[in-house]
């Protein structure tokens, strides 16, 4: 027992000491290089990217600092929607059922490269404020695929009809709403921050930018495949397939006449062109000192 008494003192004795020794100037930066975590923990409409940033900075005195970033954004998002019509429960002799599935899955993938300066104008205890400007490249990337297969079942007397539909649809370099399309361009932003040092090494920090983003927007290409057959009392009257690119337009058709004909509505050209956004982005930092 007295050793155990006698440990517990010479524990609380060493950290009595190192507590009268402690300065908190000691959690600050100086002449240091840091690895750090920035993301974007908002989720709202019109959010810029989806990614997470991996940061170095080299702090060349107590005041000054270079940073360069690398971010990486991966979103992928699905949705199934049914639609589902049965009549039988009115007239069990003459009615109708529909049944159709459609899978929409969108992907986008964003790449950031950005280099920027801080100035760190005020050190207070363990807080560290700064100010700077960053530039750089940013991308986003989209690719999207919707299939949908339905079937359909008319029933009246001495009648009796089945057909099953099929459409595939692959979209590149846009989303399958055709709202956002490829883009490769510049950015710039102004920024200030905080850093908070929990520990002599390890410290977070929270960030408020106001980025200028402008650059090219590409075409997005779309191929569609599809199908239908049907069959009336038993007997087949329809069997066919269709093929459609955006690229040159035309919809290919196979079925008892092969047919080739220009499809009209070019659905996914005619947004290629420049971009200008101005927008807001906000971010959560951890980091570590080296």
């Keep these: 027992m007295k050793k155990v008494i006698l440990l517990a003192a010479i524990v609380l004795s060493s950290i009595t000491a190192s507590a009268q020794n402690y300065n908190e100037n000691e959690y600050l930066p100086d002449g240091i290089f840091t690895l750090e975590w920035k993301f974007n923990p908002f989720d709202y409409e019109g959010k810029p990217t989806n990614m997470a940033q991996l940061n170095a900075r080299m702090f060349l005195d107590e005041q000054n600092a270079i940073r360069f970033g690398v971010g990486i954004g991966f979103d992928r998002d699905r949705d199934e929607q049914s639609t589902n019509f049965d009549s039988r429960s009115v007239n069990s002799s003459n009615y109708e059922v529909r049944n159709s599935t459609t899978t929409i899955i969108n992907k986008e993938l964003s790449l950031k490269l ?3 300066y801080e100035f760190h104008f005020a050190h207070t205890g363990r807080l560290d404020f700064y100010t700077g400007a960053e530039a750089g490249y940013l991308g986003r990337f989209y690719s999207a695929s919707k299939e949908t ?19 595939n649809y692959e979209y590149e370099k ?15 932003t102004i920024f200030t921050g905080i850093d908070f040092y929990v520990y002599r090494k390890l410290y977070i920090g929270a960030e408020l930018g106001l980025t200028f983003n402008t650059g090219k927007k590409a075409n997005g290409k779309m191929t569609i495949e599809g199908g239908k057959t049907e069959t009336e009392n038993g007997s087949q009257k329809i069997n066919e397939t269709y093929k459609y690119s955006s690229d040159t337009g035309l919809r290919i ?11 009209e509505a070019d659905e996914v050209k005619g947004h290629e062109g420049t971009f200008t956004k101005l927008y807001i982005e906000p971010a959560i930092r951890i980091g570590w000192m080296f």
């Design 253 to 263: 058709t196979l079925n008892n006449i092969n047919k080739t004909y220009r499809y």
């Design 174 to 188: 846009s989303n399958a709403d055709r709202t956002k399309f490829n883009e490769n361009g510049f950015f710039g």
């Design 114 to 116: 950005a280099l920027g």
């Design 149 to 167: 297969e339905g079937n359909n079942q008319y029933v009246a007397p001495n009648y009796n009809s089945v057909s099953n539909t099929f459409d």
